[in-house]
């Protein structure tokens, strides 16, 4: 995503109910359970301001520009397209970010052993820390068929994909690249 006027947002503010799951680990050496992972969830009431309009989309979701007002940070958040009203809730949406949470976990176990072996830490990976917004009460008009929207902080900058799940990849032979390379076969 391009830097984006944070500026332009519309002054309504929305009141939602942020959701957030990890999975714990007693310390790093502790054995997960992934068939049945100990999982810790926090919720917190919070004001956004969400743009009129996408920025962009994916297959199944539309980017919006967000703003929250009590933690101070610009989001991205993602609507659905189409909203499959079974699995439409908070138990069901979160288990996509258990997943992100063992995407996490598995990336903070390969920095550990690549952090000497890099010659820039920069090129270390890294996830977005992804949540829920429910809102509590009626959502924006751009919105009004959305109940919940999956959240993440923004992060500024320009990004080049390095491989994808169908095998393809970058073969620039950029230290990015490599290192993406890297953690695909060490994540595997």
Request: aromatic share 12%.
């Amino acid at each position: 995503m391009k830097s984006q006027n944070w500026e332009d947002l519309p002054e309504k503010k929305v009141n939602v109910k942020s959701h957030s799951f990890e999975i714990i680990q007693e310390d790093k050496n502790s054995v997960i359970d992934w068939k049945n992972p100990v999982i810790e969830s926090h919720t917190f009431n919070t004001q956004v301001r969400i743009a009129e309009k996408p920025f962009s989309e994916g297959h199944f979701r539309y980017a919006f520009q967000g703003y929250d007002q009590r933690l101070n940070h610009n989001l991205v958040l993602k609507a659905l397209k189409e909203i499959d009203l079974e699995n439409y809730n908070i138990q069901a949406m979160s288990k996509d970010l258990t997943l992100v949470s063992i995407c996490n976990l598995i990336v903070n176990q390969f920095n550990e052993r690549m952090i000497d072996k890099v010659c820039r830490p920069n090129l270390l990976r890294d996830f977005v820390r992804p949540f829920i917004f429910e809102f509590m009460g009626k959502g924006p008009s751009q919105l009004s068929d959305q109940k919940f929207l999956y959240a993440e902080n923004y992060i500024d900058g320009d990004y080049n994909k390095q491989s994808n799940n169908l095998g393809w990849k970058n073969e620039s032979w950029s230290d990015e690249a490599l290192i993406a390379q890297t953690l695909s076969h060490f994540s595997w």
